[in-house]
């Protein structure tokens, strides 16, 4: 049974276009979203994080946004460059784990 | 560099051979998790230790699977009589434990079973 449900699959934008992947859980008891990016051959990145008492947090071209209440929670890559291109996956922790998302394949055309 | 580092990174092997895979965490990080993750899919828990101590083991981790995390430093995953289905990145990472700690991964090792 998949904690953390990830959508889409995969994203083409075009470059200086907005970026949104969507994730949805249903446990209750995760306090803790991270978002990692992750490129061929390497090992997932942290990008951002949230925690449930937020509801959204920016760093630079990249922005959470978390509805406590639907249980969904959104990565939003602002200006979104070739450079992006990766895949995306989001995260939910609670009490010793981490449990992932599917994965966004993200591609960002020139 | 001080990030999490896994060794080795590729390792071809026939099935029913033997393997173990290395992984060093960040130095001050008490907490050492291993995932395995399979080509389209997100990282799948396996164990997790604290300091020395092993604390949870997926269902995932069958008898074949053994982790060790001696002096709760380094960590060693070793995968017995290895099978075809044992193909996958195998992904170490560590952090501080605890309530909105992230935590940081190493660039795997990559196992292909022959």
């Known amino acids: 049974q998949q904690q953390v449900k990830q959508s889409p699959q995969s994203l083409i934008v075009q470059k200086g276009g907005i970026s949104i992947i969507n994730c949805a859980y249903e446990n209750t008891a995760f306090d803790y979203f991270p978002w990692y990016q992750q490129f061929p051959g390497k090992g997932p990145a942290l990008l951002i994080a949230?925690?449930?008492?937020?509801s959204e947090k920016k760093e630079g071209r990249f922005t959470i946004s978390f509805n406590k209440s639907a249980k969904q929670f959104s990565l939003h890559i602002m200006d979104s460059q070739p450079g992006d291109s990766a895949t995306y996956f989001c995260a939910a922790f609670t009490g010793n784990q981490f449990y992932f998302g599917t994965g966004t394949s993200l591609t960002v055309i020139p | 560099d001080t990030g999490v580092s896994q060794d080795p990174r590729h390792k071809i092997t026939k099935r029913g051979q033997n393997v173990t895979f290395r992984c060093d965490p960040i130095?001050?990080?008490?907490?050492l998790y291993w995932y395995r993750q399979t080509l389209g899919q997100g990282p799948e828990f396996l164990t997790y230790?604290?300091?020395?101590?092993?604390?949870?083991k997926s269902r995932l981790l069958s008898d074949r699977f053994s982790a060790e995390r001696p002096k709760g430093s380094f960590s060693t995953l070793e995968i017995q009589r290895t099978e075809q289905g044992d193909s996958a990145m195998y992904l170490c990472?560590?952090?501080?434990?605890?309530?909105?700690?992230?935590?940081?991964f190493g660039d795997g090792t990559r196992l292909s079973i022959l």
């Open positions: 949230i925690r449930p008492d937020v």
């Open positions: 230790f604290q300091n020395e101590a092993q604390l949870e």
């Open positions: 990472a560590s952090g501080m434990g605890g309530r909105g700690q992230p935590q940081h």
């Open positions: 130095s001050e990080h008490n907490r």
